[in-house]
């Protein structure tokens, strides 16, 4: 969970009508699930969590596929976010395997992943889930790239006929990571489904209807700033999106005719290659992979953003050896801009979630293999309470973990 949004990583209700955060508060303890996204063999690793943020390993659960990576990705295989969700009306966990065209869902209970199903995705390299009652759409980055529908069961996912929607991308089958759409997401209401694209620099608006269908095209908007990638809904239903040319964060009013209107138009932080973000309570918090730090951000009644912090930074992921392993290596470029490094500095924060109080927030680091908690302070400091990586891949040769559900 990220956000407690229809779109979140953790689907709490499944209602179309407000924005619903039911899950259990962190003091009683949870789960962490984390998307293996191995290229042979993907798989969803879990994880107990404690009510004071420690994790022990609780098994590993085949999804059947394969995962994928994207050409030329330093440090984010499947570049994208929501591509490990959770429905806790329907009990269902849903992962991506980008390497296989297909879509795995378990049922989950106490914790265990059990009954797998897998359909195709509808396309090429599935990167993005978004889930809003029983609707489910899958964002494929690859080759024709498009959203494909599904209705959202007991026994897993049915094709929804005629829910193909193209966005007009077309890229490889394996897609360049600067050119795949990042991520796809409904709106609190359920009335919009939202997909963001970084070759365009676009963010597009579909009507959907309670059945489901979307609009045959999109309201098309121009995105504030370069390079639109992840997006979030805060709880007054203004939507905050990442741009990741210059580390901006941009809100907007999201109009019943799927217009976007900018409301505090590009946030920057000054820190390198903002992607990802999520809701933890009152606040947002977004991973910067180019400098191996995190971003805390709030954003008022009127859906105006400001950044919290020192200079763009509320906490280092993968300690400041990390971020000292990011300077190094800008110093070097400096003195040598020809001198291509022999890996992707620092710890790779991407993906990251909150328990539905907002009191843990965790990292996915992918460079280092890792997931990192934080407990988050009344002013949104982050305290660092536990470093995981049993089981967890680190990245090699543009292949790594990205994917994660928290509760």
Not at 200 to 217: P, R
Not at 240 to 261: I, P, W
Not at 376 to 395: K, M, Q, S
Request: net charge neutral; glycine share 12%.
């Amino acid at each position: 969970m990220s956000t407690g949004v229809a779109s979140a990583h953790e689907n709490p209700s499944g209602k179309r009508s407000k924005v619903a955060d039911n899950r259990a508060p962190a003091g009683r303890g949870g789960m962490v699930f984390v998307q293996s996204n191995d290229p042979e063999r993907n798989s969803i690793l879990a994880f107990r969590r404690a009510a004071d943020g420690k994790l022990t390993a609780a098994g590993e659960y085949p999804t059947g596929g394969r995962g994928g990576a994207q050409k030329d990705n330093p440090f984010d295989p499947l570049a994208s976010q929501e591509s490990l969700v959770f429905d806790r009306r329907q009990h269902l966990m849903i992962a991506v395997n980008a390497g296989s065209n297909s879509v795995t869902t378990f049922r989950e209970q106490d914790g265990k992943l059990t009954n797998p199903r897998t359909v195709k995705s509808g396309g090429d390299f599935p990167t993005s889930i978004a889930v809003s009652g029983k609707t489910v759409y899958v964002l494929n980055a690859g080759g024709t790239t498009n959203v494909t529908g599904f209705r959202l069961t007991h026994d897993g996912l049915r094709p929804l006929p005629g829910s193909i929607r193209k966005l007009g991308v077309t890229n490889a089958a394996v897609p360049l990571f600067t050119d795949s759409p990042p991520q796809v997401g409904f709106s609190p209401d359920g009335r919009h489904l939202l997909v963001t694209t970084k070759s365009k620099n676009t963010i597009e608006v579909f009507a959907a209807a309670h059945d489901g269908m979307l609009s045959a095209k999109p309201v098309t908007t121009t995105s504030a700033g370069d390079v639109p990638f992840s997006f979030v809904f805060d709880p007054s239903g203004h939507l905050l999106v990442t741009e990741a040319a210059k580390s901006g964060v941009t809100s907007y009013a999201l109009r019943r005719n799927g217009t976007l209107d900018v409301i505090t138009p590009s946030v920057e932080s000054g820190q390198q290659v903002l992607c990802w973000i999520a809701r933890a309570g009152k606040f947002f918090y977004g991973t910067n992979p180019g400098s191996s730090t995190i971003s805390l951000y709030t954003v008022d009644g009127r859906g105006k953003v400001s950044i919290g912090g020192k200079d763009g930074v509320i906490a280092a992921a993968g300690g400041p050896e990390a971020v000292a392993e990011v300077a190094a290596a800008a110093s070097a470029a400096a003195k040598d801009p020809d001198a291509a490094p022999a890996k992707a500095p620092g710890a790779g924060p991407i993906d990251l979630a909150a328990t539905a109080d907002g009191t843990l927030l965790y990292v996915q680091n992918t460079l280092a293999g890792t997931v990192e908690g934080f407990r988050v302070g009344p002013n949104g400091e982050l305290t660092l309470v536990e470093t995981e990586n049993e089981g967890l891949p680190a990245f090699t040769d543009g292949s790594g973990m990205e994917g994660l559900v928290v509760w």
